[in-house]
């Protein structure tokens, strides 16, 4: 059985950075892409970032020079750096993995349970 957990949310004031983690766990042969989703209150979850195995990272226009993934393919963990943060970003945020349990296998999306970012002075 294969988990995310991810770590790192908080309560920010504007302006200010966290850093979240997710790291996957359980019977994994390979991990594709590894990404960040958030859903505020009301409102449709939207993928926030995201990085496949050796490629380019995908953002949100939203997000773009203030956030940064990278991942640790050796941990199977993926980060999210979160930077000069606006009230506008306060949501819950997931982690993605399409992750391949055996070489026999495809792939499979899974999710973590989610982290709380609030941004508030």
């Known amino acids: 059985q294969v988990q995310l957990v991810e770590s790192g949310g908080g309560v920010v004031q504007p302006g200010g950075s966290l850093r979240l983690s997710c790291v996957a766990s359980?019977?994994?042969?390979?991990?594709?892409?590894m990404g960040w989703y958030r859903q505020a209150p009301g409102k449709a979850r939207e993928l926030v970032a995201e990085?496949?195995?050796?490629?380019?990272?995908v953002y949100a226009d939203s997000v773009k020079g203030r956030f940064a993934i990278s991942r640790d393919n050796a941990k199977n963990t993926v980060y999210l750096q979160m930077n000069s943060l606006k009230p506008e970003d306060t949501a819950v945020y997931y982690c993605?993995?399409?992750?391949?349990?055996?070489?026999?296998?495809?792939?499979?999306?899974?999710w973590g349970q989610g982290t709380q970012v609030t941004v508030s002075s």
């Open positions: 359980g019977s994994i042969f390979s991990i594709n892409a």
């Open positions: 990085l496949s195995s050796g490629g380019m990272p």
């Open positions: 993605s993995a399409d992750i391949q349990e055996d070489r026999w296998d495809l792939e499979t999306d899974y």
